[in-house]
């Protein structure tokens, strides 16, 4: 798996952060949590925001190259793997979540990888980027019939019940808006998650693209574009909003990661 940069980690958090606080609360509204795991957790963002809301037992796992010295929750509780082998903590847990990393591992890993998250736990909060949506180093985009297909495989379905709440909030990056889905073990439809089964799509039917016509527009100019160019388009924006006049990603008021081809991880 390629190796992350500081300032990729640096990117990643600025939207992060803002984004965890307006999910988190949402999804623990809907769903009993004590415990949760997070694979491509990055410096861990998204569990520091679980913290804050009184969840103690986090654990995050990515990849080695992860500066232990950022990270925004205890040391002791991120762990180094490989996510493009199979991992087995030894436990579950009430979630377990994987935002905007599963295009970052290659094809073949992607069954792997599901493996490994329905493994850990029930309930799933996931998004992966789309075809076109860009990034840096994507290796997998894919549409989200793709993975439904994956989850549906072990047991799993699919509940869009995030994406409605999350249309209008701005404070919430574009891929995670448009991405966000909760993927539960089908049994728990029957009894713990029941007053969620409405929000089922059913395996028959297409999951809804519900990004705006112009953010659609954009995905499909990215997919005409060879992968090294649009990586090297993502890391020069990057670059160029870290810099003293770009005020940090997503942090301008015109929200430009709707525009731009840069992409969660």
Same mark, same amino acid.
């Given at each position: 798996? #390629?190796?992350?940069?500081?300032?990729?980690?640096? =990117?990643?958090?600025?939207?992060?952060?803002?984004?965890?606080?307006?999910?988190?609360?949402?999804?623990?509204?809907?769903?009993?949590?004590?415990?949760?795991?997070?694979?491509?957790?990055? @410096?861990?963002?998204?569990?520091?925001?679980?913290?804050?809301?009184?969840?103690?037992?986090?654990?995050?796992?990515?990849?080695?190259?992860?500066?232990?010295?950022?990270?925004?929750?205890?040391?002791?509780?991120?762990?180094?793997?490989?996510?493009?082998?199979?991992?087995?903590?030894?436990?579950?847990?009430?979630?377990?979540?994987?935002?905007?990393?599963?295009? =970052?591992?290659?094809?073949?890993?992607?069954? @792997?990888?599901?493996?490994?998250?329905?493994?850990?736990?029930?309930?799933?909060?996931?998004?992966?980027?789309?075809?076109?949506?860009?990034?840096?180093? =994507?290796?997998?985009?894919?549409?989200?019939?793709?993975? @439904?297909?994956?989850?549906?495989?072990?047991? #799993?379905?699919?509940?869009?019940?995030?994406?409605?709440?999350?249309?209008?909030?701005?404070?919430?990056?574009?891929?995670?808006? #448009?991405?966000?889905?909760?993927?539960?073990?089908?049994?728990?439809?029957?009894?713990?998650?029941?007053?969620?089964?409405?929000?089922?799509?059913?395996?028959?039917?297409?999951?809804?693209?519900?990004?705006?016509?112009?953010?659609?527009?954009?995905?499909?100019?990215?997919?005409?574009?060879?992968?090294?160019?649009?990586?090297?388009?993502?890391?020069?924006?990057?670059?160029?909003?870290?810099?003293?006049?770009?005020?940090?990603?997503?942090?301008?008021?015109?929200?430009?990661?709707? =525009?731009?081809?840069?992409?969660?991880?």
């Amino acid at each position: 798996m #390629y190796a992350y940069s500081p300032g990729f980690f640096d =990117h990643v958090d600025d939207g992060a952060a803002a984004s965890a606080a307006a999910v988190v609360p949402l999804v623990r509204r809907l769903v009993p949590v004590t415990s949760v795991v997070d694979f491509g957790c990055g @410096r861990g963002a998204w569990l520091a925001a679980w913290r804050g809301l009184g969840v103690t037992d986090v654990t995050g796992v990515d990849g080695d190259y992860v500066d232990r010295a950022s990270l925004l929750i205890d040391p002791a509780a991120f762990m180094a793997r490989d996510l493009t082998a199979p991992v087995a903590l030894g436990r579950t847990f009430d979630l377990v979540q994987s935002l905007e990393v599963a295009e =970052h591992l290659p094809a073949s890993a992607a069954d @792997r990888f599901v493996d490994t998250l329905v493994r850990h736990g029930p309930v799933v909060l996931f998004s992966a980027a789309v075809p076109g949506q860009g990034g840096e180093h =994507h290796q997998n985009e894919q549409p989200y019939g793709y993975w @439904r297909g994956r989850f549906r495989a072990r047991g #799993y379905v699919v509940l869009d019940v995030l994406r409605p709440h999350l249309a209008g909030d701005r404070s919430v990056m574009p891929w995670y808006r #448009y991405n966000l889905l909760l993927y539960v073990d089908r049994s728990l439809l029957a009894d713990t998650l029941a007053g969620l089964a409405r929000f089922r799509i059913g395996d028959a039917a297409p999951i809804p693209d519900v990004s705006p016509f112009p953010y659609r527009l954009r995905k499909a100019c990215l997919r005409r574009l060879p992968p090294g160019l649009v990586t090297w388009i993502a890391i020069r924006k990057r670059m160029l909003r870290s810099g003293p006049a770009g005020g940090g990603a997503g942090r301008d008021g015109i929200e430009p990661p709707d =525009h731009t081809t840069g992409g969660e991880r």
